[in-house]
């Protein structure tokens, strides 16, 4: 359950993420059951995941095969978002997850990949670089694999892992 102040500058934004995201219905992405305003606060309720977050997941590189692998199921995760019909109600802008961090990718304990946070992170915190939610999830899936091949995370966000270096720094 993820509770947002209705002092919160995004409010009205996160609550239509939120409605929003509760459309989709995909084993890939964890689901937003119900979205419950009451006069203070948003409470968003999610289902119940079992699984690691990907920065818990990796502790140390993982193989190449073990890393395109589990990279093709956060691609497999976002086309299933881009296909979903409420994304088509949406502006070109704000399609698929849009943020997609460490803290959202989650590998359970049989390898299988879920993407949380769709759509409401993004609105909640804005998108990693600033750019449309589709840009994004393109450079998250390159971060993603960046991550799984070397421990790493290549953006400021909140992570175990330590970051990446960038323009070789």
Known sequence: IQVVSREHPRFDAIHRAAHRAGAVVDRRIVRVIDVVPDKDDLCIVSEWVVGLPLDEFIHSPLNPQHS????????????????????RRGSANDWG???????????????????????????MYGTVHG???????????????????????????????????????
């Open 68 to 87: 395109a692998s589990l990279t093709q199921s956060v691609i497999e995760a976002l086309i299933s978002l881009g296909r979903t019909d409420f994304n």
């Open 97 to 123: 997850h849009g943020r997609i961090t460490p803290q959202s990718v989650i590998v359970n304990p049989n390898g299988e990949v879920r993407l949380r946070g769709h759509l409401v992170q993004a609105a």
């Open 131 to 169: 750019a449309s939610y589709s840009e994004e999830d393109i450079d998250s899936v390159g971060a993603v694999l960046e991550a799984c091949l070397t421990a790493r995370w290549p953006a400021d966000v909140d992570s175990h892992l330590e970051r990446a270096p960038f323009n070789g720094t």
